[in-house]
């Protein structure tokens, strides 16, 4: 499901704090306005496509009950994002979502061997390719502060006061979680181009 970053964030708001007044018919638009960017955070946080879709319907249901919380003329998004994140937290705390993750990238990494071969495919795919595995393992390996914070800057693209409120911290807390995480990247990056040393 792609993420419609085309929608209008004031159409949310709108749906949404008609929907928390009460009016079940605005339910439609909440959705149809807010499940792609809920299932696109929820799969990049879990990396399991099922999953994102199941706690992207988890989260749909925490919503309507908790509509009654949400306040009239706050922005829809961020208050929408830390629902689904709860809703994935919960299940990381049942399941141990992070065991199955490590699980995930081995069978990633043993399904990328058994593809043709680099000869028959362009360079420039196969490097993207190998840029995308570096990320996802990346993210996989990240503690789940960082990841989160990481996710929601530069996959959502929150700004840093927003994520703050999705993550209940400081706007402080969530610049060093994304900074933490960036390095680990960057320093992921390097070793898999050969190129500089990660700065310690």
Known sequence: MAVDRASNPSVLDDAMDRYARGEDAAFALVYRQAAPRLRGFLLRMCGDPMLADD???????????????????????????????????????????????????SRDRAAMHREASPETRGDEVVAARETLEVVRVTLDRMSLTQREAFVLLRFEGLSVRDAAQVLGVTEAAVKVRAFRAYELLRAALDRESGGSTPRT
Do not use: K
């Open 55 to 105: 706690l992207t319907q988890e989260a749909f249901v925490r919503l309507h009950l908790a509509r009654g919380s949400f306040v009239a003329g706050a922005p829809a998004l961020p208050w929408m994002l830390a629902v689904a994140r709860n809703a994935f937290l919960d299940h990381a705390r049942r399941h141990h979502v992070r065991r199955t993750a490590q699980e995930r990238v």
